[in-house]
């Protein structure tokens, strides 16, 4: 699904520091994104590939780069930079930056740097965002951070490119995300002609998590997104609505995911 970000006219892009774990769900957009990680673990998937996500790790999101972020740990912290297209090619002029116009490099685009390029990085991170309310210095400062960022990249000790993976995997991720799939796994395991022990080890080695983990992580997600701010429905009905098959399996499931109880994330939400 492409999702339009929220970047004011005045800005060429956007940067902020994530520090909270997050639902996520599959999209991609036109902006490219650099994600520098600071602390904590986390992962990503990636057209159908599973990216962690370590401290002193970057890794470039290309416009047709669908992902979605499987986990974070409680520390997860990590600073993401995204560029409009146009002042995206204004910037790379020079061979060494010719890759970053493309839409869908080839080629792994995670890798690690040393602990001074990525104190550099966050130091200059901190200063462009100090400059947000002047649109003349951030934009710039945010064409001198990803530059750097590239640079500090091409530099960085390269990782070997994830498998491949199994196209059944991502198949049935992106089926469980948007609901269409059955809930038994011998229902889902025929849709794409395997055998349920296949599709339930392929899916774990190649996302890092069960098939019942993603579904229920999809579900919450699809609940909030019918609970939250100016919706009108019920508890009851989202949970519903979101595939759970009963308000008991809601409650369970959501408590073990948001580690709060729903009750309380409601009380968060009229707060």
Known sequence: MKTALTIPTEHVG??????KPRLDHFHQHD???CNIVVSGRGAYLVNGRRVPLEPNSLLWLFPEHEHLMLDQSEDFQIWVLVIKPGHLRQLCTDPDTQLLLQRAPSGSFFRYVNQQQLKRLISL???????????ALFNAGLGYLLLSAWAAFNNGSSLPLPDAGHPAVERIARMVHSGQS????????????RSPETVSRLFKKQ??????????RCRINRFLELYGHGHT???LEAALEAGFGSYAQFYRVFLQIM????AGYRAQLRG
Do not use: Y
């Not at 059955?182 to 002609?193: E, F, P, R, T, Y």
């Open 14 to 19: 956007k940067l902020w520091l994530s520090k």
């Open 31 to 33: 902006e490219l994104e």
């Open 207 to 216: 996302t890092g998590i069960t098939l019942t983990e993603f579904r229920n």
């Open 125 to 135: 991170c901190e200063e462009v965002l100090q400059r947000e309310k002047n649109a």
């Open 259 to 262: 580690e709060i109880t729903p």
């Open 182 to 193: 059955a809930d038994d796994l011998h229902a889902i395991a025929a849709l794409v002609d």
């Open 233 to 235: 429905k019920t508890m």
